[in-house]
């Protein structure tokens, strides 16, 4: 493994970059490597890197690409201590979450290389007599994947497995924050499982420098953004002059409902975990609790015992369940929020100070419709409390933000189902909060259809007529 020693990964070669920027160690701020840092001539090249490789990618059976992906699974769970070690280091996060994001990656790789044999396409319906249509589905092209820092490397293999195994070539373009695992081991392991030149391309550096050059690039077919909504639009505005295909996974003002008849203890250890889990910085994190006044107390006195009773401190110590958020930036917006929110009538009943990075999990109550807190994803460590009266009022105060999954808890399982169907949001967890699926749409994702029109028997045509 070479520690991040600045260099891109263009058609099968490990190149140096103009310049170089720091990684660091988010709980001790100690260097660990460099990264690249890219500009427009960097992903000029290996865009076209990628585009001379993926006639001859997707031209290979769709086993000798599963294969490819099959071996990278088995090298990442044979390194997947060394990964461990440097998401727990990049990242902040802890061990168990390091551990099963590794997991899920090899998951990912396997899920991936299933699709290789299953995007044929279909045998229409004839016309006219002698014909034979064909629908198939053919790879898009050239994909760019602009990956976030809070799970880099599942997030990654999100976009990359499948768009590999359904013969598009990528370019992987990582977070800054976290180039080295969501990028230089990501590669380097598909390297040693065989992927040919230019079939996966890294450029690092940030994002008006690579990132944008790389989205708005005219060989690219596909933007693949996992992020803020903010750059979201931005990413949608750029593929919009080329009519690129985009699939963009944004954040959202997520809500966790907790109705009258819900078991509290077992609502708050859901709603701990979903707002307080890897610090709350991820994009189904549960920032608005939406509880009924009937177990608004008690669901904050056990939300508030589970707070206080996390650890937070270097990922490495043990008994340590909160590690550092990301970055300043990242800490001073999140009491920024709090501060504000308080200042206009919320209160701070648990955590919500800081030491350096890490910052103790916070409990803020009497959270109104209009605080900072509620209209703003919180991306940070805390539960904002909202009491409503009545599961309209609930269900109203859940749709009034755009969020990419809601919960709902309560005692019955159907009063929990015709909630859900009811509210806006492209998940909806009924006694749960955490986890999306995937896999099933990733076909229809990677690959565009092709119809062609075989007529088997000749046809006169009569030009006079």
């Given at each position: 493994?070479?520690?991040?020693?600045?260099?891109?990964?263009?058609?099968?070669?490990?190149?140096?970059?103009?310049?170089?920027?720091?990684?660091?160690?988010?709980?001790?701020?100690?260097?660990?490597?460099?990264?690249?840092?890219?500009?427009?001539?960097?992903?000029?090249?290996?865009?076209?890197?990628?585009?001379?490789?993926?006639?001859?990618?997707?031209?290979?059976?769709?086993?000798?690409?599963?294969?490819?992906?099959?071996?990278?699974?088995?090298?990442?769970?044979?390194?997947?201590?060394?990964?461990?070690?440097?998401?727990?280091?990049?990242?902040?996060?802890?061990?168990?979450?390091?551990?099963?994001?590794?997991?899920?990656?090899?998951?990912?790789?396997?899920?991936?290389?299933?699709?290789?044999?299953?995007?044929?396409?279909?045998?229409?319906?004839?016309?006219?007599?002698?014909?034979?249509?064909?629908?198939?589905?053919?790879?898009?092209?050239?994909?760019?994947?602009?990956?976030?820092?809070?799970?880099?490397?599942?997030?990654?293999?999100?976009?990359?497995?499948?768009?590999?195994?359904?013969?598009?070539?990528?370019?992987?373009?990582?977070?800054?924050?976290?180039?080295?695992?969501?990028?230089?081991?990501?590669?380097?392991?598909?390297?040693?499982?065989?992927?040919?030149?230019?079939?996966?391309?890294?450029?690092?550096?940030?994002?008006?420098?690579?990132?944008?050059?790389?989205?708005?690039?005219?060989?690219?077919?596909?933007?693949?953004?996992?992020?803020?909504?903010?750059?979201?639009?931005?990413?949608?505005?750029?593929?919009?002059?080329?009519?690129?295909?985009?699939?963009?996974?944004?954040?959202?003002?997520?809500?966790?409902?907790?109705?009258?008849?819900?078991?509290?203890?077992?609502?708050?250890?859901?709603?701990?975990?979903?707002?307080?889990?890897?610090?709350?910085?991820?994009?189904?994190?549960?920032?608005?609790?939406?509880?009924?006044?009937?177990?608004?107390?008690?669901?904050?006195?056990?939300?508030?015992?589970?707070?206080?009773?996390?650890?937070?401190?270097?990922?490495?110590?043990?008994?340590?369940?909160?590690?550092?958020?990301?970055?300043?930036?990242?800490?001073?917006?999140?009491?920024?929020?709090?501060?504000?929110?308080?200042?206009?009538?919320?209160?701070?009943?648990?955590?919500?100070?800081?030491?350096?990075?890490?910052?103790?999990?916070?409990?803020?109550?009497?959270?109104?419709?209009?605080?900072?807190l509620f209209t703003e994803e919180t991306f940070g460590p805390v539960a904002a409390i909202?009491?409503?009266?009545?599961?309209?009022?609930?269900?109203?105060?859940?749709?009034?933000?755009?969020?990419?999954?809601?919960?709902?808890?309560?005692?019955?399982?159907?009063?929990?189902?015709?909630?859900?169907?009811?509210?806006?949001?492209?998940?909806?967890?009924?006694?749960?909060?955490?986890?999306?699926?995937?896999?099933?749409?990733?076909?229809?994702?990677?690959?565009?259809?092709?119809?062609?029109?075989?007529?088997?028997?000749?046809?006169?045509?009569?030009?006079?007529?």
């Open positions: 493994m070479r520690i991040s020693d600045g260099r891109h990964y263009i058609d099968g070669s490990w190149v140096p970059g103009a310049a170089t920027a720091p990684v660091t160690e988010k709980a001790t701020g100690a260097e660990i490597g460099t990264y690249a840092l890219g500009d427009a001539s960097d992903v000029d090249r290996a865009v076209a890197a990628a585009v001379r490789a993926q006639p001859a990618w997707a031209a290979l059976l769709g086993e000798e690409r599963a294969a490819v992906l099959r071996r990278a699974a088995a090298i990442l769970e044979r390194r997947a201590g060394e990964f461990e070690e440097m998401l727990m280091r990049e990242t902040g996060g802890v061990r168990g979450k390091a551990r099963g994001e590794i997991n899920a990656a090899i998951g990912k790789f396997l899920e991936s290389a299933s699709l290789a044999r299953r995007a044929g396409g279909d045998l229409l319906p004839a016309f006219k007599p002698g014909k034979l249509i064909l629908n198939q589905r053919v790879p898009l092209g050239v994909v760019a994947a602009i990956i976030p820092w809070n799970f880099p490397i599942v997030l990654a293999l999100r976009p990359l497995g499948p768009a590999l195994a359904l013969g598009n070539t990528v370019v992987l373009k990582p977070a800054e924050l976290t180039p080295i695992a969501g990028g230089q081991l990501l590669v380097e392991v598909l390297e040693e499982a065989g992927a040919p030149p230019g079939v996966i391309n890294l450029v690092t550096g940030d994002g008006p420098d690579a990132g944008e050059p790389l989205a708005a690039h005219p060989d690219v077919a596909m933007i693949h953004f996992t992020g803020s909504t903010e750059i979201g639009r931005l990413m949608a505005r750029i593929a919009a002059r080329d009519f690129k295909r985009t699939s963009l996974e944004l954040g959202g003002d997520n809500a966790l409902v907790v109705l009258d008849d819900a078991d509290v203890e077992a609502a708050a250890s859901c709603g701990a975990w979903a707002s307080f889990e890897f610090q709350g910085q991820t994009c189904i994190t549960a920032g608005r609790h939406i509880v009924h006044e009937s177990v608004a107390e008690a669901y904050t006195d056990a939300l508030v015992a589970k707070a206080r009773a996390l650890t937070v401190g270097d990922p490495f110590d043990a008994g340590v369940r909160l590690g550092p958020m990301i970055s300043e930036g990242q800490r001073d917006r999140v009491a920024d929020l709090v501060a504000r929110s308080v200042k206009m009538g919320a209160r701070l009943v648990e955590g919500g100070t800081h030491d350096g990075l890490f910052y103790r999990p916070a409990v803020v109550t009497g959270v109104t419709p209009d605080m900072p909202t009491v409503v009266s009545s599961e309209e009022e609930a269900l109203e105060l859940t749709n009034q933000c755009p969020a990419l999954v809601n919960s709902v808890y309560t005692g019955d399982l159907m009063r929990g189902l015709a909630f859900a169907e009811r509210v806006r949001s492209g998940m909806v967890h009924v006694n749960d909060a955490m986890g999306r699926p995937t896999g099933e749409e990733d076909i229809d994702e990677f690959t565009q259809r092709r119809w062609i029109g075989i007529q088997r028997a000749p046809l006169s045509w009569d030009v006079s007529s």
